[in-house]
Nanobody, 122 residues
Framework: QVQLVESGGGLVQAGGSLRLSCAAS????????MGWYRQAPGKQRELVASITSGGNTIYIDSVKGRFTISRDNAKNTVYLQMNSLKFEDAAVYYC????????????????WGKGTLVTVSS
């Protein structure tokens, strides 16, 4: 079994910064892509950023230049540095990981954390 645990959410003023972390643990051979999603009240969950095992990244347009995703493969951990936060960034942030449990498990299985709340105030 694999567990993903997010941390780092909280209340921040508009224009401020937060750093989210997500650590994966359990029966892990390796991890392919890792990502951060968010879901605001009344909205669908959306991909914010993702990073491959090789470090290639993608971002949604609304966070480009403000958010940075990174990962530490040795620690099975992904980070999301969020700067210049806006009201519209407020949401529950979820991390995901495509986990391989063995050498023949080429595509892996997607696992999700339970989410961490980011609140942006004026």
């Amino acid at each position: 079994q694999v567990q993903l645990v997010e941390s780092g959410g909280g209340l921040v003023q508009a224009g401020g910064s937060l750093r989210l972390s997500c650590a994966a643990s359990g029966s892990i051979f390796s991890i392919n892509a890792m990502g951060w999603y968010r879901q605001a009240p009344g909205k669908q969950r959306e991909l914010v950023a993702s990073i491959t095992s090789g470090g290639n990244t993608i971002y949604i347009d609304s966070v480009k230049g403000r958010f940075t995703i990174s990962r530490d493969n040795a620690k099975n951990t992904v980070y999301l540095q969020m700067n210049s936060l806006k009201f519209e960034d407020a949401a529950v942030y979820y991390c995901s990981a495509e986990v391989r449990v063995g050498v023949l498990d080429y595509y892996g299985t997607d696992y999700w954390g339970k989410g961490t709340l980011v609140t942006v105030s004026s």
